[in-house]
């Protein structure tokens, strides 16, 4: 958050959106690769706390760099998709990844997962943080003494590869929070719109008519994570951890509370 000046909310929503979950309620760790012991003692089945290389409840297909689960390896560099990354931002960013690149490559992504994924998920939550992972890099990558929101292409590589810091790098100047990034992701679907939906095999994209995709905002996301896919994992949770997975939804509310004025809900009661 304080490295990137990412803005509360969106940090709030972001890190609990995960955490709830990928991480340990008990112990508030949360392995931010694949399962480790060291977040502590698994919950009951079905609670993975998986860390966020786990597979369809916030980690989804059409990754920037990384592949989809369904190809094996859903967590290690792509080499073949950072080209796709290159060529565009080459193509359409002027040799930077920028607005008009990032539109292109996140269409690419999501043509290429339709395509060849049988599997390819594209609904909520995921319909939303794929848009998203695709600003970040112009929004909090870039140098914050650099006003063109245009990312050099060897700092992106150090980035997406690396997972480093450029020497001497500089955040962003002033923070980005829910409201920039939703004006970004809308242009970016924008420029290639598509409905959220799911493959039914290989190139067979269903549109999904019980999700609305942007047009409820926020509220639909943090409902369906609240309400659906947390339960789903936590059906019955007892004491402790039923006091913690109340807490943390609280937190996750407070994302959205404001800038959507959306209806807080209680899976484990008030």
């Given at each position: 958050?304080?490295?990137?000046?990412m803005?509360?909310?969106?940090?709030?929503l972001?890190?609990?959106?995960?955490?709830?979950v990928?991480?340990?309620h008990?112990?508030?760790?949360?392995?931010?690769?694949?399962?480790?012991t060291?977040?502590g003692?698994?919950?009951?089945?079905p609670?993975?706390?998986?860390g966020?290389?786990?597979?369809?409840?916030?980690?989804g297909?059409?990754s920037t760099?990384?592949?989809?689960f369904?190809?094996g390896d859903?967590y290690?560099?792509?080499e073949?998709?950072?080209?796709?990354?290159?060529?565009?931002?080459?193509?359409?960013?002027?040799?930077?990844?920028?607005?008009?690149?990032a539109?292109?490559?996140?269409?690419?992504?999501?043509?290429?997962?339709?395509?060849?994924?049988?599997?390819?998920?594209?609904?909520?939550p995921?319909?939303?943080?794929?848009?998203?992972e695709?600003?970040?890099?112009?929004?909090?990558f870039?140098?914050?003494?650099d006003?063109?929101?245009a990312?050099?292409?060897t700092v992106?590589?150090?980035?997406?590869?690396?997972?480093?810091?450029?020497?001497?790098?500089?955040?962003?100047?002033?923070?980005?929070g829910?409201?920039?990034?939703?004006?970004?992701?809308f242009?970016l679907?924008?420029?290639?719109?598509?409905s959220?939906?799911?493959?039914v095999?290989?190139?067979?994209?269903?549109?999904d008519?019980?999700?609305?995709?942007?047009?409820?905002?926020?509220?639909?996301?943090?409902?369906?994570?609240?309400?659906?896919?947390?339960?789903?994992?936590?059906?019955?949770?007892?004491?402790?951890?039923?006091?913690a997975?109340?807490?943390?939804?609280?937190?996750f509310?407070?994302?959205?509370?404001?800038?959507?004025?959306?209806?807080?809900?209680f899976?484990?009661?008030?």
């Amino acid at each position: 958050m304080q490295c990137f000046n990412m803005a509360n909310d969106l940090a709030v929503l972001v890190t609990w959106g995960a955490f709830l979950v990928d991480g340990n309620h008990l112990t508030n760790l949360m392995s931010i690769g694949q399962k480790s012991t060291e977040t502590g003692t698994d919950p009951p089945a079905p609670a993975i706390v998986g860390g966020l290389d786990t597979h369809g409840v916030f980690e989804g297909d059409a990754s920037t760099t990384r592949g989809d689960f369904y190809f094996g390896d859903n967590y290690s560099f792509n080499e073949t998709l950072f080209e796709v990354f290159l060529n565009k931002s080459a193509s359409y960013g002027g040799g930077k990844y920028n607005a008009s690149a990032a539109a292109e490559v996140r269409w690419a992504r999501i043509q290429d997962s339709l395509t060849r994924n049988p599997n390819f998920t594209f609904t909520t939550p995921r319909y939303f943080t794929a848009y998203a992972e695709s600003v970040f890099p112009y929004r909090f990558f870039v140098d914050g003494r650099d006003s063109s929101t245009a990312l050099n292409l060897t700092v992106a590589r150090g980035f997406f590869q690396d997972n480093h810091f450029p020497t001497d790098f500089y955040r962003r100047s002033g923070s980005f929070g829910l409201l920039d990034v939703g004006i970004d992701i809308f242009g970016l679907e924008a420029a290639h719109p598509i409905s959220p939906g799911y493959n039914v095999g290989a190139g067979n994209y269903i549109v999904d008519s019980a999700d609305p995709g942007f047009s409820e905002g926020l509220c639909y996301l943090y409902t369906k994570h609240a309400n659906v896919t947390v339960p789903s994992l936590y059906p019955n949770p007892t004491g402790a951890l039923r006091t913690a997975l109340k807490q943390n939804l609280a937190t996750f509310y407070g994302a959205v509370e404001t800038i959507n004025s959306c209806t807080q809900v209680f899976p484990y009661g008030q």
